[in-house]
């Protein structure tokens, strides 16, 4: 028997950023999306993520920002890398930072918090996707950039997750080519050898 889930699951793909539009969850809806996407595998229920929202004009300040600070550290850009920093942030109608924020814990290591917040990113984009939103989760350079985090509202112990931009998209995107399963599962059968 197949579950709707399962067929759901199955299915599940990313937009391109550039093909996702207003409207974008907001208010109630958007409380309950943010509420769903917590609900994932938490290690000593220490919660070490938190969720930073980008949008409206905000957006745009953080694409003028970026724009100057990949100058700042790469010199002198051509305007279309320019033009492609400002749009950064803009592309779609809200962008939500899922942020790693690890809690110092004598068991729990911090990898296993910072998976912990990837499956929040994901969770996010599932939980979209199933009320009808496009979704495209990204890192980007800004991502591993110290002052470029701190610009985003994250603490110097915090590292980005992702960032999840959602809105809606006209058309569907076709299938692209997945895995091949019989190239990444095996049964066990000893220890590693070369």
Known sequence: MTYPVFQFLAQRSSTPISAITE????????????KVAARVPDHGRLTPWRFILY????????????ASRAQERE???????????RARFARAPLVIGVISAPVAHERIPQWEQFLSAGAVALNLCVAANALGYATNWIT?????????????????DERVAGFVHIGTAGNKMPERPRADMDQIV???????RP
Not at 55 to 65: A, F, L, N, S, W
């Open 23 to 34: 409207p974008a969850p907001e208010g109630d809806e958007l409380a309950e999306l943010l």
């Open 55 to 66: 949008r409206g004009e905000i957006r745009h300040q953080v694409g003028d920002y970026l």
């Open 75 to 85: 010199g002198p850009l051509p305007e279309s890398r320019v033009n492609q920093e």
């Open 140 to 156: 980007n350079w800004y991502s591993d950039d110290a002052p470029a985090r701190a610009f985003l509202g994250l603490a110097p």
């Open 186 to 192: 095996s049964y066990y059968d000893g220890p590693w």
